[in-house]
């Protein structure tokens, strides 16, 4: 274990469980392990569920997952539509959606809907419209090609407005919850990131206006949904960039921004296509030897946050040991699980049970695809 993660996780100590019943940002959770957002790919031509999809959201629910969180879901028609994501973009999206909450809620299960403007960091199909960009500097992992196009102020505006209109469709599709995506290099992380904003306006220059964007959605949706429905936010720890990055301490202050606008729980990543080698969202813990990577970062948010709004992890975990302790010696509320649960859906059940066998996953990230992901030893599973 890092030595620094093991100095915080003695740091202090509390009664609590991972099984505990317990309420996560809002939200009633029979335990504290989280189905942290996954991209599936299962979307069909109008960006619909499919039912493999369903199946896969059946699935997680009887398989013990906490809380469920949707792979990004598309909320602004002024973006192309990436093939096999989700969309929540028009009313026409409800419909197709409420069969995937009433599937989740059927098996047991809660969902939190979670809601994006992708920006740069897209796959587009040949001949689409331009990707919408802060300032137009390309990603240094290329997803896109030919110029950006900059977001004007009124662009801006209208895309908040989309955001508020993606939460009310969530909210009436039936969600639990809907959690913003402000990490990884999407549009609002890139807002963010001074490497990739040089924007000389409102939106641009001081971490305020860096942040403006998505603190102005975040107050988006709290004024069209109410105080009581849950809002979650995504958020880098860092962009663990060689320069030009948000840094920690201003993570920390984006976090309280964004709580004092209306944020019930954040869950706290980090990394982006730029990062530094083996810095990213996604990391090899074998390579790294680094398990359990923001672990550090979100105990210290906790401690800041504390009582004001609940604080999650994901990266790294791989045991329940590990995870048990990182939650009765910091502040921290929920763990977030994302590749471990593509090989075993019903791997917090297993915990659950008494097994204290780590997760199978190896962290080699060769399920991640366009579109049906799935674990590669599922795959082979299925076609012996």
Request: no cysteine; proline share 7%; glycine share 8%.
């Given at each position: 274990m890092d030595k620094r993660i093991a100095i915080i996780l003695?740091?202090?100590?509390?009664t609590i469980m991972l099984f505990d019943k317990t309420q996560i940002g809002g939200i009633d959770a029979k335990c504290r392990i989280i189905r942290s957002a996954t991209f599936e790919g299962m979307a069909d031509t109008n960006g619909f569920p499919t039912e493999r999809l369903?199946?896969?959201?059946?699935?997680?629910?009887?398989?013990?997952s906490g809380i469920i969180i949707t792979g990004m879901m598309a909320v602004s028609p002024?973006?192309?539509?990436?093939?096999?994501?989700?969309?929540?973009s028009s009313d026409n999206c409800i419909e197709p959606l409420q069969k995937l909450t009433t599937c989740v809620h059927e098996h047991g299960g809660k969902v939190v809907a979670q809601l994006v403007v992708m920006g740069s960091a897209i796959a587009l199909p040949e001949g689409s419209?331009?990707?919408?960009?802060?300032?137009?500097?390309?990603?240094?992992?290329?997803?896109?090609?030919?110029?950006?196009h900059i977001l004007e102020t009124k662009e801006i505006k209208q895309l908040v407005q989309d955001m508020a209109k993606a939460v009310v469709r969530a909210r009436k599709a039936g969600?639990?919850?809907?959690?913003?995506?402000?990490a990884h290099g999407y549009l609002a992380?890139?807002?963010?990131?001074?490497?990739?904003?040089?924007?000389?306006?409102?939106y641009g220059g001081s971490l305020?206006?860096?942040a403006r964007f998505l603190i102005e959605c975040i107050m988006a949706a709290r004024t069209v949904v109410g105080p009581d429905y849950p809002l979650w936010l995504k958020l880098n720890s860092a962009d663990y960039m060689e320069e030009g990055g948000m840094t920690f301490e201003e993570s920390k202050e984006v976090m309280s921004m964004a709580v004092s606008s209306g944020i019930n729980a954040i869950e706290v990543s980090g990394g982006n296509t730029a990062s530094l080698p083996r810095q990213g969202p996604i990391r090899a813990i074998r390579r790294t030897k680094e398990p359990m990577y923001f672990a550090s970062y979100a105990a210290e948010a906790a401690t800041v946050l504390k009582g004001k709004a609940d604080v999650g992890v994901v990266g790294g975990f791989r045991n329940v040991s590990d995870m048990e302790t990182c939650l009765e010696s910091t502040d921290i509320s929920f763990i977030s699980l994302s590749r471990p649960l593509l090989r075993e859906p019903d791997?917090?059940?297993?915990?659950?049970?008494?097994?204290?066998?780590?997760a199978l996953c190896i962290s080699c990230s060769r399920c991640f695809k366009a579109e049906n992901v799935d674990c590669i030893f599922n795959e082979k599973a299925a076609d012996n």
């Open positions: 003695r740091s202090k100590e509390r369903l199946q896969n959201y059946a699935t997680l629910a009887d398989g013990g002024m973006e192309p539509h990436q093939h096999s994501q989700i969309r929540i419209v331009k990707a919408i960009s802060p300032s137009g500097i390309q990603e240094k992992v290329v997803t896109t090609e030919g110029p950006l969600f639990d919850g809907i959690q913003i995506h402000g992380s890139k807002f963010l990131t001074p490497y990739f904003n040089h924007r000389t306006d409102e305020e206006n860096r791997l917090p059940r297993r915990w659950r049970a008494g097994s204290q066998d780590p």
